[in-house]
């Protein structure tokens, strides 16, 4: 059986798009970067009382809590229910209803987004705006409406449009419609260099939770680098953080103690009750801010930007063999490092080299997990040791080169040339989270 995607985590059910976005229903000037206004925020001595943390949050939030908005999407005679809202291969995981919303009825988004530079753009997720648009096009469909909602003004929705989207690394560039509508005062939110994080390092999370605009929730750097190939459409070494994030605070932006963006919230593990209700159970995921500085330039030239249209790939969806426990490696006889692939889009390289993704699946934790695909444990004589590597390593290569494969499939260790091409988004399965590779 060819399954369509991977589970994120074994054990867990991710839910994607964050603790994301939440529905419920209702009747170019230049683009540059804020400077850092660290004098004007209170940085946080860890070696003083604690009231001092208290103080910190509070000077980060009224200094740029006004720059944090609610994105607000409205889309006209489509149905979209929370069981649409999650992705296919995690519907078995959640008791919802699927016909939670009628037909022919304007739906209402909420997301959260922040203003980025002077002339009041803001960032947010692609997957907040994605259905308010046309397919592969920064255009608005036909009775969509897309609008933000300022701190100070939260019951006046502000018109934007879309300047640019990275659907690739989850990201979207919006501005006013009527730079006149942006309040004065307003400090764009600066960049940190996410790099430069630590575990255990304070985060702050600003955004709009169930609605509830202007929320702010604290907390730490959880881990870095987490490898989560279905946010977005290719693998992103993610923050992960236990500062609380719920639907509705998609887009919205993860702050260090001086105020800098370390992330961009997307995702969350969710606990869901007996009504499909989703919370937090302290395990949420940001974008590093670095990914946002790296193509901001594509976003201010307007546009849909993404890998496909760009990188060489296998055209494959691959998960961590040491993600699987000890016990399944060793019943299924797996390598003790490498790449599994789950699934091959059609037409790709990695189809016309013969390699095989999973074929059936394993119950781990009551849960069914794709496995028994070919494993590659080499590139280029190279041990491959995650998902994240072997991504990048074929990201460092251009389309037309040749990379040498070292593949165990069922304990039979295979050498394989194979040649690198561009693979289009119209080329994967439409139902599957492509990891990137």
Excluded: C
């Excluded at 103080?55 to 980060?60: A, D, F, G, K, M």
């Excluded at 008791?95 to 009825?105: A, E, G, H």
């Excluded at 490696?329 to 095989?356: C, E, F, N, T, Y």
């Amino acid at each position: 059986m060819k399954l369509k995607s991977i589970l994120l985590s074994l054990g867990l059910a991710l839910m994607l798009f964050a603790g994301g976005y939440l529905w419920h229903e209702k009747a170019s000037p230049s683009f540059s970067l804020a400077q850092a206004q660290e004098s004007m925020v209170k940085p946080l001595n860890e070696t003083t009382a604690y009231l001092q943390d208290e103080e910190n949050t509070i000077s980060v939030n009224d200094l740029y809590g006004p720059s944090v908005v609610a994105v607000n999407v409205e889309i006209q005679g489509q149905a979209v229910s929370a069981y649409d809202q999650i992705p296919p291969e995690f519907r078995q995981f959640f008791n919802l209803p699927q016909d939670m919303v009628p037909q022919n009825q304007t739906q209402h988004g909420a997301g959260s987004g922040f203003v980025i530079d002077n002339q009041g753009r803001i960032i947010t997720n692609f997957h907040v705006v994605k259905d308010a648009l046309d397919a592969n096009t920064i255009n608005l469909s036909e009775g969509s409406k897309l609008t933000v909602s300022f701190t100070d003004t939260p019951d006046t929705q502000v018109p934007v449009k879309v300047v640019g989207v990275n659907p690739s690394y989850d990201m979207a560039l919006l501005e006013l419609v009527t730079k006149a509508d942006l309040p004065s005062g307003l400090k764009a939110i600066p960049l940190a260099n996410s790099d430069e994080l630590k575990v255990g390092q304070k985060v702050i999370a600003i955004g709009n939770p169930f609605g509830l605009q202007s929320t702010v929730t604290t907390g730490i750097v959880s881990a870095l680098g987490r490898d989560m190939p279905s946010i977005g459409q290719f693998n992103i070494a993610m923050v992960q953080t236990d500062a609380a994030i719920n639907p509705g605070n998609s887009g919205g932006p993860l702050l260090n103690s001086k105020g800098e963006l370390v992330g961009i919230n997307t995702a969350i593990i969710p606990s869901v009750d007996a009504t499909g209700q989703r919370g937090f159970l302290g395990v949420g995921f940001a974008v590093p801010s670095n990914y946002l500085r790296d193509n901001l330039a594509d976003l201010e030239k307007g546009g849909v930007h993404d890998v496909y249209s760009s990188k060489a790939r296998l055209g494959a969806q691959i998960a961590d063999v040491s993600s699987y426990p000890e016990s399944v490696r060793s019943s299924l006889h797996l390598p003790d490092h490498g790449a599994m692939i789950v699934a091959v889009q059609d037409g790709s390289p990695a189809q016309k080299a013969g390699l095989k993704g999973s074929e059936f699946s394993v119950s781990i934790n009551g849960q069914d997990v794709p496995a028994g695909g070919d494993v590659i444990t080499q590139v280029n004589g190279t041990d491959i040791t995650s998902t994240q590597q072997l991504q990048d390593l074929v990201f460092s290569m251009n389309p037309g080169d040749t990379v040498h494969l070292t593949v165990d499939s069922a304990g039979t260790v295979k050498q394989l040339d194979v040649k690198l091409e561009i693979v289009p988004l119209a080329a994967t399965n439409q139902d599957s989270s492509p990891s990137g590779n």
